[in-house]
């Protein structure tokens, strides 16, 4: 009997599988058919982006042995696309800071901004650094025009908004750090720049803090404590001046007022 069930039982789930073959079978080709292209086309994408890594790192590493290696990697940031022109742009802009030439090093960070296909990570770095050296060297490179503090904010709006996200920037806390020295040495916001910092604390539970970075921020909260305790104390004795100086001109306005009342009275009754 048991022998005799199984076999209905065999027979039914073949009766099934082909009537499900009958009415689905193409869609199921397909769908095979789908996974086996995007399975390849997948591994094709990832060596050929293997292979124009190689060839990249390979072009960079020629440029860096080569008789001008800072001329070469100029040309190469120009060349290149995605993360090699990033690496070959942060090289060329290296070689330019050690010598000084801090305007051709912001243009070459700049112009790294306008390319599409390199990681964010490499995007928020050039940021970093290009205004880093506007708030260090901006007045030295002639060639570049001094950027105003909102604009240097603005730059670094990006980062500062990735807070925000559930992936912020690992760049968030540098660039909090200069948006506090922005606010604090450029725009004389001592305030503002301790707001900014107050914002690192809550960065060491994303894992995204160094420690050097929360070093930086106690220190810079310290002199920005001290510059506003000062700012207000200076505040106050200018307001107490002010009234002093108030009070000084009203009095002796307040006598000649009584003097010359006094004189009409006297001329009254004389009269």
Not at 237 to 251: I, P, R, W, Y
Request: without cysteine; aromatic residues 4%.
């Amino acid at each position: 009997m048991s022998e005799i069930l199984r076999d209905l039982d065999e027979m039914m789930r073949a009766e099934r599988m082909a009537r499900m073959w009958r009415t689905h079978g193409r869609m199921i080709i397909f769908v095979i058919i789908v996974l086996v292209v995007g399975t390849a086309a997948q591994a094709a994408w990832k060596s050929y982006n293997s292979r124009i890594a190689r060839e990249q790192t390979g072009k960079i590493l020629s440029a860096a042995a080569s008789e001008d290696p800072n001329q070469a990697l100029v040309k190469l940031s120009k060349d290149l696309k995605g993360n090699g022109r990033a690496i070959a742009t942060f090289e060329a802009a290296r070689a330019f800071k050690e010598k000084g030439h801090y305007a051709e090093a912001i243009a070459l960070y700049r112009d790294l901004l306008n390319e599409k296909r390199m990681a964010p990570e490499l995007r928020d770095l050039a940021i970093i650094e290009m205004v880093s050296l506007e708030i260090d060297h901006g007045s030295e490179a002639s060639a570049a025009p001094d950027q105003k503090p909102s604009a240097l904010l603005g730059e670094l709006e990006p980062i500062l908004k990735s807070e925000k996200s559930g992936t912020p920037s690992a760049w968030l806390p540098r660039a909090i750090l200069l948006a506090a020295v922005i606010k604090a040495n450029l725009q004389g916001d001592n305030q503002g720049a301790l707001d900014e910092l107050a914002k690192i604390g809550g960065l060491a539970d994303q894992k995204i803090l160094p420690q050097a970075v929360s070093a930086q921020a106690e220190a810079l909260k310290t002199v920005y404590a001290e510059r506003l305790a000062i700012q207000k104390t200076g505040e106050d004795e200018g307001k107490n001046a002010a009234v002093k100086t108030e009070k000084s001109v009203e009095e002796p306005a307040a006598k000649t007022t009584t003097q010359t009342d006094k004189k009409t009275t006297h001329k009254a009754k004389g009269e």
